[in-house]
């Protein structure tokens, strides 16, 4: 019962004040009207937009594929992206750039067939609406290429191939400085082959020499052996000591000392005492000889070593800095050649023409309007009447 006094309380206050409610009602519907009616022509243009995923996957080098989505609505996914107010916000300053002492308006996005986007713009004049029309269009497609595009790959990975190409670089001449200050890794032209050592350099030949000479040193060592036996099997038998392969002594080493020579010999064959004394002696020597090239080898085999673990640890970061270079090069090859190819996702594809007729006013939405606000201030005038004639002051309501 109190709701339904209440009402009945607001009617009588709407009827007791009807004159003043519906002069409000009217001036306020005619205000809109007449705005409306005295508001300068518009002329509003349209560009068509086409959005489309690419059309092949491209693969220059399967180490980097594309996570490429399948059956997308792209169309969808630029009319969402049209009312996210950052991207309309960025669109909107790449036209003010182009338009800075002008009224650059607002764009309305609608969905067209399959594929298609209707960008709309209103102006004051045609022209003025079919160039803010395409310079919309135009921002509204690169900002999405820029959000969704190949292009938005392809900075990333020059910046990356940038970075890879210094690191190769840098690869590549840590590489030569090594082979320079050591030798090792650059191969001896024209050398004849030193048992798989030329590869080493300077170093390596060294190493070989000293094998070789090792090597001599104890064909040496062995014939000196093979003579004292023979020695001591012709001083038991009473053998003549002429027979005994004193040939063994030409060996290199040996004829280098020049010790122990075929004439010393021939002055001792009737003391074989003297003769065990003399190969006893050059036996030492050679032993020491031999000894002291194994010593040298070994360091010098060590040494060698450790350099060739470190050209190789050298080699193996220059050859994978060389693999992600030429693996970048690649991806952003195929970048640039899909932007060719393909084209951007969105594109500009009908460039707006400005329009003979002027925009047509929805005339139903603007009386909407004015009967919408004519009731909503007509009611309040109504009731601010009622609340001040109540509460003025006594003195007043009886003059």
Do not use: C
């Not at 713009?121 to 310079?135: G, I, K, M, S």
Request: proline share 3%; net charge negative; charged share 25%.
């Amino acid at each position: 019962m109190e709701d339904e006094l209440d009402l009945t309380r607001y009617l009588r206050i709407l009827v007791r004040h009807a004159r003043l409610g519906i002069v409000i009602f009217i001036l306020t519907a005619g205000a809109i009207l007449l705005v409306n009616l005295l508001r300068p022509a518009s002329y509003t243009a349209t560009a068509t937009l086409f959005a489309g995923g690419p059309q092949y996957q491209w693969r220059f080098d399967s180490r980097l594929s594309p996570n490429i989505p399948v059956n997308v609505n792209w169309q969808r996914i630029f009319l969402d992206l049209a009312k996210d107010p950052w991207f309309r916000s960025q669109v909107a300053a790449q036209v003010e750039t182009r338009f800075p002492h002008k009224n650059i308006g607002e764009m309305s996005v609608r969905a067209g067939k399959q594929s298609l986007i209707h960008i709309d713009v209103t102006a004051f004049t045609p022209q003025d609406a079919a160039d803010l029309a395409n310079a919309w269009a135009e921002a509204f497609a690169y900002q999405a290429e820029q959000l969704y595009g190949a292009t938005a790959l392809a900075e990333p990975f020059a910046q990356e191939l940038k970075r890879w190409e210094e690191q190769y670089q840098q690869a590549v001449k840590a590489v030569e400085e090594f082979k320079a200050r050591t030798g090792v890794g650059i191969a001896s032209e024209g050398a004849p082959s030193l048992e798989g050592y030329e590869w080493l350099g300077a170093l390596g030949m060294e190493l070989a020499e000293r094998s070789r000479q090792l090597a001599a040193h104890r064909q040496a060592i062995a014939n000196l052996q093979l003579l004292k036996e023979q020695l001591e099997q012709a001083r038991r038998q009473n053998a003549s000591l002429e027979e005994l392969s004193w040939q063994l002594l030409d060996a290199p080493t040996i004829a280098a000392r020049g010790i122990l020579t075929h004439e010393v010999v021939a002055e001792h064959l009737n003391d074989a005492g003297a003769l065990a004394a003399l190969l006893d002696a050059e036996l030492t020597a050679q032993q020491a000889a031999a000894t002291a090239l194994e010593e040298r080898l070994s360091a010098d085999q060590a040494q060698l070593a450790q350099l060739s673990s470190e050209l190789d640890r050298l080699v193996e970061e220059r050859n994978l800095a060389k693999e992600n270079y030429l693996t970048l090069q690649r991806k952003v090859s195929e970048i640039e050649i899909e932007n060719r190819v393909e084209g951007p996702l969105v594109r500009v594809v009908g460039k707006a023409a400005a329009p003979e007729k002027r925009a047509s006013r929805d005339w139903s939405v603007v009386a909407v309007l004015a009967i919408t606000a004519g009731a909503v201030l007509a009611i309040a005038a109504s009731i601010i009447a009622e609340f001040m004639t109540r509460h003025q002051p006594a003195k007043t309501r009886l003059l």
